[in-house]
């Protein structure tokens, strides 16, 4: 009955249902159904699965199988390369007539305003619609199999979910399972291809099928390719018996072997690494139109969201395992690709990794960024899956010194700029002494400074010798690939110059003041003038508990180690000599306690009142700043000293508390008589802090207000809890019930909340205690 059915219908009905249902109904249909009637499913299948109209979809990047692992493995098995969504796409390619219409406004702003300029990417070629009056681009035409990846690919980039979907699972997640299956199977890297299926008519030059042509430019300008093919020419022209059918062909052409994965590069190079076209839109030119301005604005502001850089690196770690198993001989056009993939992609990672590094923020998720450019330049971490090692285990043969000539500014521009973002963090924080121990370690692998340097010398020199008997064309191709990805006015600056060498040695020195602070935390209390008995309990009675260190002693020891060990990497890298350790900071000797924050010199920030620059020179004089916790106090880290699953727990009973109470405790707490006094001594004081919106372009700070509120986190103190049980069992010992104690600790309590606000009573009365009906809660009305 279901089966008589339109196949619309059903899909409709079936996505009133649950996930599991949903995936299984569109296996059903796929199946039963043919051509004509499964034309119109793609694109209701894909609107739900990657919430392109919608607002509520499956949620792809944060279903695990963690937190439900039969929508996991049905979604996955759904979307898989072999599951019944890509079976759907084989099929509809049967048909050339089948076409769908991808929008112009899911690509990047940057690529529109070069299409309307005349620039076409090869990707572009043959599948742009053009408007019938305005005679510009109005969208994009691809067969089933494009659309579907497209939309696919557009999902991790779509800014209308970056609003929305606030949280991700990241590399957990069904989505990035997903992609790294699409990225096994398209991109092989056992030198097997995937299977074969039916090519779509009519095809062009470039891989893709023609559905018109477009119309005469305005003026009479040739249209320009920006960006080469990933094939040459000669090899995707197919032969004459497969070029106008779309049954299977025992003769295997190079078109029929790649255009999938040409496919699928392409629209990864323009939906994920184009929002910034070329370093020349980073900048502006004299005499540029106002539309080039509105673009220099636009590529300014762009920052991708940590999934869609976690995928670029996925997609770099498998780029190189599949450019490493291209074979001695091309053969076919998939060894063809593997030869030029990197030449493709190599200029659209450099300007999105390079637009990324100078607009991240100074924040701990640094470290995703980090991990993207060091598997960049690490190409022969990536050879064989079964052979991994360390990066400092590992020492890079000479075979490499190509690679690290077409790429000498990843290895050294990159460097300098991360150097000099490290002397504006916190060293002492172990998140940034973990990340310039990552940094260090990689560029102190053996060769690998010999074969820098001998790239560099060969842009002076003019001729290089090496181990490897390289000659003059080191030179050639090292100007070439840097002239390509920089501007004409880039002046390249040495790595192991006199100016990254200055650098060095100043973040070293910030090294070892970071390591004398590190050191200082975890020696014992013992710093600071002993307080009597009385001053103690006067302090206590007043004060709302004491501070304790924010450092865990664990973590305190690794970034110890990081810092030494990066130290003593970057001094052998750049042949200087490890500066000794100063006396800790004043400040810090002085203080009762270890310390939570650690001062380390920021360089490059110059006094405001001197009329410099806050952004100078990293040579520039010192300035300290206190770098404290400024967002929400009830949700501050959980500390060593405390025990997690309280902290939680009495975080969520507060939180229910102080949601359904929050309008009777705060009047409760302004209340001006004793009553109110006693109520202040319990709640937690009314605060203000500062939210950090870190999206896109500015981030941008939100004052929010917290009003009077239960907080019950100092119960969750190891030392609280331990005291506690120790009362318990020394009383059970002599014999007392529990009761008794509980409802003595609890008077204990309350005589302690009634003696601080006498206090404050007397106080506030110049010390007279006046408790009376003129201080009464009714006479504020």
């Given at each position: 009955?279901?089966?008589?059915?339109?196949?619309?219908?059903?899909?409709?009905?079936?996505?009133?249902?649950?996930?599991?249902?949903?995936?299984?109904?569109?296996?059903?249909?796929?199946?039963?159904?043919?051509?004509?009637?499964?034309?119109?499913?793609?694109?209701?299948?894909?609107?739900?699965?990657?919430?392109?109209?919608?607002?509520?979809?499956?949620?792809?990047?944060?279903?695990?199988?963690?937190?439900?692992?039969?929508?996991?493995?049905?979604?996955?098995?759904?979307?898989?390369?072999?599951?019944?969504?890509?079976?759907?796409?084989?099929?509809?390619?049967?048909?050339?007539?089948?076409?769908?219409?991808?929008?112009?406004?899911?690509?990047?702003?940057?690529?529109?305003?070069?299409?309307?300029?005349?620039?076409?990417?090869?990707?572009?070629?043959?599948?742009?619609?053009?408007?019938?009056?305005?005679?510009?681009?109005?969208?994009?035409?691809?067969?089933?199999?494009?659309?579907?990846?497209?939309?696919?690919?557009?999902?991790?980039?779509?800014?209308?979910?970056?609003?929305?979907?606030?949280?991700?699972?990241?590399?957990?997640?069904?989505?990035?399972?997903?992609?790294?299956?699409?990225?096994?199977?398209?991109?092989?890297?056992?030198?097997?291809?995937?299977?074969?299926?039916?090519?779509?008519?009519?095809?062009?030059?470039?891989?893709?099928?023609?559905?018109?042509?477009?119309?005469?430019?305005?003026?009479?300008?040739?249209?320009?390719?920006?960006?080469?093919?990933?094939?040459?020419?000669?090899?995707?022209?197919?032969?004459?018996?497969?070029?106008?059918?779309?049954?299977?062909?025992?003769?295997?052409?190079?078109?029929?072997?790649?255009?999938?994965?040409?496919?699928?590069?392409?629209?990864?190079?323009?939906?994920?690494?184009?929002?910034?076209?070329?370093?020349?839109?980073?900048?502006?030119?004299?005499?540029?139109?106002?539309?080039?301005?509105?673009?220099?604005?636009?590529?300014?502001?762009?920052?991708?969201?940590?999934?869609?850089?976690?995928?670029?690196?996925?997609?770099?770690?498998?780029?190189?395992?599949?450019?490493?198993?291209?074979?001695?001989?091309?053969?076919?056009?998939?060894?063809?690709?593997?030869?030029?993939?990197?030449?493709?992609?190599?200029?659209?990672?450099?300007?999105?990794?390079?637009?990324?590094?100078?607009?991240?923020?100074?924040?701990?998720?640094?470290?995703?960024?980090?991990?993207?450019?060091?598997?960049?330049?690490?190409?022969?971490?990536y050879v064989s899956n079964a052979l991994r090692g360390n990066d400092g285990d590992?020492?890079?043969?000479?075979?490499?010194?190509?690679?690290?000539?077409?790429?000498?500014?990843?290895?050294?521009?990159?460097?300098?700029?991360?150097?000099?973002?490290?002397?504006?963090?916190?060293?002492?924080?172990?998140?940034?002494?973990?990340?310039?121990?990552?940094?260090?370690?990689?560029?102190?692998?053996r060769n690998l400074k010999e074969i820098i340097s001998v790239a560099e010398r060969?842009?002076?020199?003019?001729?290089?010798?090496?181990?490897?008997?390289?000659?003059?064309?080191?030179?050639?191709?090292?100007?070439?690939?840097?002239?390509?990805?920089?501007?004409?006015?880039?002046?390249?600056?040495?790595?192991?110059?006199?100016?990254?060498?200055?650098?060095?040695?100043?973040?070293?020195?910030?090294?070892?003041?970071?390591?004398?602070?590190?050191?200082?935390?975890?020696?014992?209390?013992?710093?600071?003038?002993?307080?009597?008995?009385?001053?103690?309990?006067?302090?206590?009675?007043?004060?709302?508990?004491?501070?304790?260190?924010?450092?865990?002693?664990?973590?305190?020891?690794?970034?110890?180690?990081?810092?030494?060990?990066?130290?003593?990497?970057?001094?052998?890298?750049?042949?200087?000599?490890?500066?000794?350790?100063?006396?800790?900071?004043?400040?810090?000797?002085?203080?009762?306690?270890?310390?939570?924050?650690?001062?380390?010199?920021?360089?490059?920030?110059?006094?405001?009142?001197?009329?410099?620059?806050?952004?100078?020179?990293?040579?520039?004089?010192?300035?300290?700043?206190?770098?404290?916790?400024?967002?929400?106090?009830?949700?501050?880290?959980?500390?060593?000293?405390?025990?997690?699953?309280?902290?939680?727990?009495?975080?969520?009973?507060?939180?229910?508390?102080?949601?359904?109470?929050?309008?009777?405790?705060?009047?409760?707490?302004?209340?001006?008589?004793?009553?109110?006094?006693?109520?202040?001594?319990?709640?937690?004081?009314?605060?203000?802090?500062?939210?950090?919106?870190?999206?896109?372009?500015?981030?941008?700070?939100?004052?929010?207000?917290?009003?009077?509120?239960?907080?019950?986190?100092?119960?969750?103190?190891?030392?609280?809890?331990?005291?506690?049980?120790?009362?318990?069992?020394?009383?059970?010992?002599?014999?007392?019930?529990?009761?008794?104690?509980?409802?003595?600790?609890?008077?204990?309590?309350?005589?302690?909340?009634?003696?601080?606000?006498?206090?404050?009573?007397?106080?506030?009365?110049?010390?007279?205690?006046?408790?009376?009906?003129?201080?009464?809660?009714?006479?504020?009305?």
């Open positions: 009955m279901s089966h008589q059915l339109p196949a619309i219908v059903r899909l409709t009905n079936a996505a009133k249902t649950t996930v599991y249902h949903w995936c299984e109904e569109v296996s059903r249909i796929v199946d039963e159904y043919g051509v004509k009637e499964l034309q119109n499913i793609l694109p209701m299948i894909t609107d739900s699965l990657f919430e392109l109209h919608i607002q509520s979809g499956w949620s792809l990047r944060t279903l695990t199988k963690a937190n439900n692992p039969r929508d996991f493995d049905t979604v996955a098995h759904l979307l898989s390369p072999r599951g019944p969504v890509i079976h759907l796409c084989y099929k509809l390619l049967g048909d050339s007539t089948i076409k769908y219409e991808f929008p112009l406004s899911y690509i990047p702003v940057a690529t529109r305003n070069l299409l309307e300029e005349g620039v076409l990417p090869s990707f572009y070629v043959g599948k742009l619609q053009y408007h019938p009056h305005l005679r510009v681009p109005s969208s994009l035409v691809l067969n089933s199999f494009e659309y579907y990846m497209c939309n696919f690919l557009y999902y991790l980039v779509n800014p209308n979910l970056q609003k929305y979907a606030t949280t991700s699972c990241g590399s957990d997640s069904v989505y990035f399972t997903i992609m790294e299956e699409y990225l096994q199977y398209f991109l092989p890297c056992n030198g097997s291809d995937p299977e074969m299926i039916p090519v779509p008519s009519q095809v062009s030059p470039y891989g893709s099928p023609i559905y018109g042509t477009p119309p005469k430019p305005r003026f009479e300008t040739s249209v320009r390719q920006m960006t080469p093919s990933l094939l040459k020419k000669s090899s995707l022209t197919p032969s004459s018996s497969g070029a106008g059918t779309s049954s299977l062909t025992t003769e295997r052409t190079s078109h029929h072997d790649a255009w999938r994965t040409m496919m699928m590069l392409q629209a990864i190079s323009e939906l994920w690494l184009s929002h910034v076209t070329s370093k020349e839109n980073s900048n502006l030119q004299a005499g540029s139109s106002p539309r080039s301005q509105v673009n220099v604005l636009q590529a300014v502001v762009f920052l991708p969201s940590l999934d869609h850089l976690r995928a670029v690196r996925v997609l770099t770690k498998h780029l190189h395992y599949f450019a490493n198993s291209m074979g001695p001989n091309i053969i076919s056009g998939m060894d063809e690709l593997k030869r030029t993939v990197w030449t493709y992609f190599q200029k659209k990672l450099y300007i999105f990794l390079r637009h990324t590094l100078e607009h991240w923020p100074l924040d701990a998720s640094f470290r995703l960024f980090l991990e993207t450019w060091l598997s960049y330049i690490q190409p022969w971490r590992k020492v890079v043969d000479w075979k490499w010194q190509n690679f690290v000539a077409e790429n000498l500014l990843f290895y050294t521009l990159f460097l300098q700029k991360v150097i000099l973002r490290f002397l504006r963090v916190e060293l002492s924080s172990p998140k940034n002494a973990l990340m310039l121990y990552r940094i260090s370690k990689v560029y102190s692998q060969s842009l002076s020199d003019g001729l290089s010798a090496s181990k490897s008997g390289s000659s003059s064309h080191i030179a050639v191709s090292v100007r070439q690939y840097i002239n390509d990805l920089e501007n004409p006015s880039f002046n390249y600056v040495p790595l192991f110059g006199q100016e990254t060498t200055l650098q060095i040695r100043t973040i070293l020195s910030c090294s070892a003041r970071a390591k004398s602070n590190l050191r200082l935390s975890t020696l014992p209390v013992t710093l600071g003038k002993k307080q009597s008995t009385f001053s103690w309990l006067c302090d206590w009675l007043m004060n709302s508990g004491c501070t304790t260190s924010d450092e865990n002693g664990e973590d305190v020891k690794k970034a110890l180690n990081h810092l030494e060990q990066s130290s003593t990497q970057l001094a052998l890298l750049f042949d200087v000599e490890i500066p000794s350790e100063p006396e800790p900071d004043s400040v810090l000797q002085a203080s009762y306690g270890s310390p939570s924050v650690f001062r380390t010199p920021v360089r490059g920030l110059q006094d405001s009142a001197s009329g410099t620059s806050m952004l100078g020179s990293p040579l520039s004089p010192q300035k300290r700043y206190d770098l404290t916790y400024r967002g929400n106090p009830d949700t501050q880290p959980i500390r060593s000293y405390e025990i997690a699953f309280l902290v939680r727990i009495f975080h969520q009973i507060c939180s229910n508390i102080n949601e359904k109470f929050g309008v009777e405790l705060e009047e409760a707490y302004e209340r001006p008589d004793f009553v109110g006094r006693v109520i202040r001594q319990i709640l937690v004081p009314p605060t203000s802090y500062q939210e950090v919106i870190k999206k896109y372009g500015t981030p941008k700070n939100i004052q929010v207000r917290l009003g009077p509120r239960v907080c019950l986190r100092k119960l969750a103190n190891q030392q609280v809890v331990g005291y506690t049980l120790g009362i318990f069992i020394l009383s059970y010992s002599f014999g007392w019930a529990p009761e008794i104690l509980l409802l003595l600790l609890v008077c204990c309590v309350c005589a302690v909340v009634f003696v601080r606000a006498s206090l404050q009573t007397w106080k506030e009365c110049g010390g007279r205690v006046s408790i009376d009906a003129e201080d009464s809660y009714a006479d504020r009305y």
